[in-house]
């Protein structure tokens, strides 16, 4: 009969064993592929575009993140935590020099965007949350909501560098109406997401004030991330239901980057995780590489701001890849805690 008992309880025991284990296998992964991508930094810092800079900077900000956090559970956890030591300093260094040649090869993109090139300026979630189907847009535009130089103008407004010394959190009735359309696809609905994001971070304590709409008078900055970010989750889905392709991937990680870096869980999923493992170049770290893995892109593509660099990578999808991976590299360390798990 007591050998009986025992039995439920060393099930748990193995059951928790091969958690631990398999959680160790995809840290060991994420830092594997993590090392690969500053290793490409290292080599090309001098071509990276701001772009690309922030999505390294964002990935340092998780990056100390976690190694402020790790669990010290085993050895193999500590030592997964060394080697994270080990690539953030790697990685500090290659940013320092990558920073200092887009203030000499930029200098005026460079001072608007300044803020956001510090690793202090990016918080990292602390709790989770999910998303919500129900709050899916019936239908969507099928051109995007916005162009380049006005998501940029709203975006100097927030941070306060849109002149020198200028006033930060300044929202016009233009940016507002665009920043809160519902409906919008694409990289519109993922900046619409980084512009609260980037707001509440600066500091700005109400980007609604002055929308006099009766429709929106219950609206809170959060109910607007929500909306975004569920939306955001539906475009994954249809994405990889239909195949990824080299016209859809880029968009597929950075929803994945931001919803991520707002804290939506759910944006986490291990088998999206191996999408983006996959897209990685062997041989020079980036992403978003000719790749024999995506079908050839079709000609006509929104138009951003995109650099591909000489050896033929993408530094747009490198930097939104290194920064999903350090996104999903904290909620693996974290998913065991039960205060940061999804609310349900």
């Not at 591909?308 to 904290?330: E, F, K, Q, R, W």
């Amino acid at each position: 009969m007591r050998t009986a008992a025992l039995r439920p309880a060393a099930a748990l025991v193995l059951f928790g064993a091969a958690l631990c284990a398999s959680r160790a296998e995809v840290i060991d992964d994420l830092l594997g592929s993590l090392s690969r991508g500053v290793s490409f930094l290292e080599r090309q810092h001098e071509h990276i575009n701001l772009d690309g800079a922030v999505g390294f900077v964002m990935l340092q900000a998780e990056l100390k993140e976690a190694v402020r956090t790790w669990p010290h559970t085993d050895p193999v956890s500590w030592a997964q935590r060394t080697a994270a030591v080990a690539l953030l300093s790697r990685l500090d260094q290659s940013l320092d020099k990558a920073v200092a040649a887009l203030r000499l090869n930029d200098p005026k993109y460079y001072r608007e965007f300044e803020p956001l090139l510090t690793w202090t300026f990016w918080m990292i979630p602390q709790e989770w949350r999910s998303t919500d189907p129900s709050l899916v847009y019936p239908s969507t535009l099928t051109s995007e909501c916005y162009d380049e130089q006005l998501s940029d103008k709203c975006l100097t407004l927030l941070l306060g560098t849109w002149k020198m010394n200028g006033t930060p959190c300044i929202v016009t009735k233009p940016c507002r109406d665009t920043m809160t359309r519902f409906g919008c696809p694409h990289y519109s609905l993922s900046h619409q997401l980084l512009y609260f994001m980037i707001g509440r971070m600066r500091g700005c304590n109400n980007l609604l004030k002055g929308d006099t709409r009766a429709s929106r008078a219950n609206m809170t900055e959060q109910n607007y991330q929500d909306i975004f970010c569920s939306n955001m989750m539906k475009a994954n889905q249809d994405i990889v239901a239909n195949g990824l392709t080299e016209q859809t991937v880029d968009i597929f990680i950075e929803n994945i980057l931001i919803c991520g870096l707002a804290g939506f869980s759910d944006f986490h999923k291990t088998d999206w995780l191996q999408h983006i493992l996959r897209l990685q170049d062997d041989e020079v770290g980036c992403f978003g590489r000719d790749s024999e893995y995506l079908p050839p892109r079709p000609k006509k593509q929104v138009k951003r701001r995109e650099k591909i660099l000489p050896d033929g990578c993408s530094s747009h999808m490198t930097a939104v890849a290194v920064g999903a991976l350090g996104g999903y590299l904290n909620f693996h360390l974290t998913e065991q805690d039960i205060t940061k798990r999804p609310l349900s």
